[in-house]
């Protein structure tokens, strides 16, 4: 599943003559997830050991989605070097693409 955006990218880089960045943003991309879950798992952990409600520990994953859905922008924008409006839909992509794969899988 992790595989369907780099594959995606590959044709999304061509089709926006970024084809020579497709690298750069594959690599921060994947990086980012390592930082991603790292975020994570301390409001899981505070969860499962029960220092944390559930409500609590979804109001901080949500913050952490957020923060990882500007990050992602962020990595499209300088790493494809696209203006604002292209890296907002790159994550718009990217997500919608995660919300139908998981619906699936």
């Given at each position: 599943l992790w595989v369907m955006?780099?594959?995606i990218m590959?044709?999304?880089?061509?089709?926006?003559?970024?084809?020579?960045?497709?690298?750069?943003y594959i690599v921060a991309y994947n990086w980012s997830s390592v930082y991603v879950i790292a975020a994570l798992v301390p409001v899981l952990?505070?969860?499962?050991?029960?220092?944390?409600d559930a409500i609590i520990a979804a109001l901080l994953s949500l913050c952490v989605i957020g923060w990882s859905l500007y990050y992602r922008w962020y990595i499209?924008?300088?790493?494809?070097?696209?203006?604002?409006?292209?890296?907002s839909m790159l994550v718009a992509g990217d997500l919608?693409?995660?919300i139908v794969a998981s619906t699936i899988v």
């Amino acid at each position: 599943l992790w595989v369907m955006w780099p594959w995606i990218m590959v044709t999304v880089s061509k089709l926006l003559d970024r084809r020579h960045y497709y690298v750069r943003y594959i690599v921060a991309y994947n990086w980012s997830s390592v930082y991603v879950i790292a975020a994570l798992v301390p409001v899981l952990l505070l969860q499962q050991a029960g220092i944390i409600d559930a409500i609590i520990a979804a109001l901080l994953s949500l913050c952490v989605i957020g923060w990882s859905l500007y990050y992602r922008w962020y990595i499209a924008k300088v790493a494809l070097e696209v203006p604002t409006f292209t890296a907002s839909m790159l994550v718009a992509g990217d997500l919608a693409m995660s919300i139908v794969a998981s619906t699936i899988v």
